[in-house]
């Protein structure tokens, strides 16, 4: 195994300069200057002081920032096994299609008629979205699952204030939920009834019925749950908040483990928002951008947000508030996160019917391998009665006691061996734990390199715990201080005094 | 199959180390009767030779129209090496800088992001960005609330020269946690909006109040006494800015006399392709008091073990993952590969090259109108000065004219009348550095053509 | 697992904060050494101004750590004499003194303010020990 970065550049031993400290004043990228056109800003709206930008040549600014993008893991150069992210490879002809200059350079107010090709994809992508999902309708708009969680939650407050129903203002949110449901719900004017998993990791169904009445708006669900395992009770749960007059909302975030296997509209979700960045394979860009697609059911159609593309007859064109007058309203300046739409469309059809089936069996294939795999190897599975879904968790808090590794620590040293970690302490029920996805798209010689890399530091934590803890060690930074980063503040560069 | 690498070899190899008979088995635990049947929605697979055909053709029908829009979403343009770099690898499929130590790429791009969009707004704090900028003002309303402690009535001042689309999504974000937008009219001559029109809240409770600079109509407003004016009646002032106008304009830092509170917009224009509508990014700026307020992710700077700097992202105690039902926001992600491409634009251009896009786009737009305006029956529907956009009335409806135009391969500017009936056939035109004399004299000669084709409200083809 | 420390002449809550009579008739609120070391390093503190008034339950004050961002709730309603203005500049001071230096308010109770359900040192042991993992 090798301990070296290969994410590293050149020369690891001196710091990355800042853009500024690179800058010397005059400098300019000649060739990106327009030429001089004079213009007159009224006297008492003029800029004084230039703004604080880099003045470098152009060769500067791209080996800058090329040398800087070399410092990064990403799934184009590491396994990057992140639970609940699906970093499952980016298809770069996504990305050369999406970006044909036809569609990067059409303005997003033009007529309809310039953009018959665009909107075409858009149409298509919704249809087959709803067919995945197997639900009504579908709208494109939301910018990010946290978007599309929103568009979820006020569609179902929609509905009810539509029955004249003004009592419901309660979600049901499981403990084990990510942070995003309760927020989301927060920010719909909801308040959250939190219930608890039991141990081995279902909903607790009594607490369920408990809770559910008169004042329930809905339930957040994901199906498989943030724990990594198949809610097994999810008709039970149906039956209960259905029968309560609340709507099922489903999280998203783990449809690829179940992408062709179960669509969520038969498991009687009323409402779902997909994560195109994950289970769609849109870039995650460092962070974004993303695209939380909405899926409804029949009772929900009405309200979902706009615009939405329709057909009429051969003609494609954007549905707007006169075509949807119960529609929970627009959430973006324009229509969302087209791009990334595109790279959506391109992905699906690439993959196509008979693909789309298997994406579900082989992640789960290769998560339950690495189970097996970790388990053969001594490590904890937090669920060990329960089958991987696209993703497991093993805890370490035996570990933790002795020989005293966290998952932090392990996380830190996987670093080390050139994988990015797993997800690290989320959920939060279980104690230190990793949340391990492999995806579909890694090779087995992949998976069993990153189970061997886990082998040899447990092995190295026994022999000298310490060398676990100070990790990493090759990489362009040591490990951060986060209380410092908290406590002093530094978020813009200024000038040295 | 797309994608997947295992051969049959490997996937015996697994079930075996798994202990199961097929793949079948894994999913013993869902009920068969939830079992999805075939995809009959989907096509069969197309290879990317395949899909790139269909794609081609598509782009091809679409075209590229010479372009007049701006309304929110502007044509400059992008230096190649922006998204050469851009959709680099290791910034393209990198994931949110979760593990600081292997992401110092992303972290640092951001930090120098940060910087860069602080100082050119004129503020102390920035955060990585939002969605974009509508539903960035929408967070800066919910902002406005939980940071002014002394307004107890969430009552925001919305002008009606603020983007008709920012304003809904505003109210479709923030108004389900009761947030009370009150609108402000516009002067019908001058196209800005007066302090006058806002006499009427005085003395009463407001939050915020909001500044687009320039306004949806390309008006430049008088922003140094709408800030004084908000700061003397309590309020908090939330600029709503273009960043390219700020190389020329005084920033929201500098308004009246203590400066904008929050300041929000969109960067599209910094390197970000119109794209048919997205992804963009909202940039958010504030005051430092304001910051533990702010949503979104933020990156600070810090040191490791060694004492070298790196970059981290920091004050995570305000989101989602941490606080849950209490978090500032429910925002996950930002725009990340969209601000590391606006970061390299700024990079290149410089304070010296943002000048001569703004300046360069003035002049286009002062060209444009005067092209325009000088066609029988097109007035310009505002007298006061502007940035790159111009309000201009028809003699008439628009919608029938730009559909004329787009057959000649023009998109001719936005229909506003819809949003604005009392404005009558009311076309909002945008030039930018990109646009020549020669674009500007062909956009005008098809104008005359299509206005000068008989008198059909209905705008029936003629040949 | 680190032990407690739990001062006998302090009463606590299940919320973890504990709080102190005062011969002058106020409480001093502070958070207890549980709480601190579930929160970690504190990098940041919001405590109130003097005057606001406060029902049982109301959150008073924000802590944040790296890992949490946590309201504190007053055990007893009245109104604020004072909050700790040190911890602006210095929020460890709850970690390294929880009872002491690291206090978070100065309280007037109100007239009618019952002081019950506070528990004593043994009390809050024994709901530490029957709430641990």
Redesign the interface.
Known sequence: MSTANP?AGPTMAA??L???EL?RPG???T?????????V??E?????R???????S?LQ??R???R??????????QF?P?GS?T?????R?C???A?????????????A??????L??LFELQ??L???T?MQGVSLTP?????G??AGV?MI?AYHLARGDTARDEIVVPQAA???N????????MK?IEIPCNAEGDCDLERLRQVVGPRTAGIMLTNPSTLG??E?T??DIEAAVHGAGGLLYYDGANLNA?L????PG??GFDVIHMNL?KTF?T????????AGAVGVGSRLLPFL?IPMVGRDGETYRWLVEADRPQS?????????????LLRAY?Y????????????G??A???A??M???LR?AGFEPAYPT???THEFIITLRREARDPGVTAMDV??RL?DYGF??P?TY?PLLV?ECLLIEPT?????EAMDGFVDAMVAILREAGEDASRVK?A?YT???????????????????KPPT | MAFIPHTDEDARAMLRAIGADSIEDLFDEIPRKLRAGPLTGIPLAANEMEIGRVMSARAAADGRPLNFIGAGAYEHHIPAAVWAITTRGEFYSAYTPYQAEASQGTLQTIYEYQTMIASLTGMQVSNASLYDGASALAEACLMAVRANRRSQSARILMPRAVNPTYRKCAKAIAGLQSLDFQPVDFDAAAGDTPVNRLAAHAGSDITAVVIQQPNFFGVLEDVDALTDWAHANGALVIAVVNPTALALLKPPGEWGAAGADIVVGDGQPLGVPLASGGPYFGFMTARLEHVRQMPGRIVGRTLDLDGRPGYTLTLQAREQHIRRSKATSNICTNQGLVVTAATIYMAILGPLGLERVASASMARTTELVAALGALPGIKVAFSGARFHEALLTLPRPVAPVLDALARRGIAGGLDVSGDYPELGNALLVCATETKTTEDIAAFAAALKDVLSEGSSATGKVHS | MSTSLLPSDLRYTKSHEWVRQNPDGTVTVGITDHAQHALGDLVFVEVPEAGRVLAAGDAFAVVESVKAASDVYSPIAGEVAQGNASLADAPEQINSDPYGAGWLMQLRPAAQASAGGLLDAEGYAAFLAETAE
């Open positions: 994410a710091r990355e800042t853009v500024f800058s400098r300019n990228a060739a990106q200057m327009p030429a001089v056109l004079g213009a800003v009224p008492h709206l003029r800029r004084r230039r703004p604080l930008l880099p003045e470098l152009e600014a791209v800058h920032y090329t800087l993008s070399q410092l990064n893991f990403s799934i184009d150069t990057y992140l992210c970093m499952k490879y980016n298809p002809g990305n050369e299609y970006m044909l200059p036809e569609f990067l350079g059409r303005h997003p107010l033009a007529p008629s310039q953009g018959q090709g665009f075409t994809c249809e087959m709803k067919d995945v197997g910018m990010a699952g946290a978007q969680e929103f006020a407050r990510h942070g995003t309760p927020a989301t719900a927060t920010m719909c004017g959250v395992v198949f097994r999810i008709a179940i062709g296997k179960v669509r038969d498991m960045h394979s870039p995650h860009g460092g962070g974004g951008p993303g947000p929970i309203g627009r959430l973006s300046g324009f229509m969302g996160n087209a791009g990334v391109i699906m059809r690439m993959v196509g019917r008979e693909g789309m089936g298997r994406i069996e082989y789960t294939l290769a339950n391998y189970l097996a795999r053969q329960r089958r991987a996380a830190k670093l990015h970690a997800t989320f104690p579909e798209t890694e090779t087995k100070g990493p990489l362009p930074v040591r490990r951060l201080d986060d209380v410092r980063a908290a406590k002093h503040l530094d978020l813009t560069w």
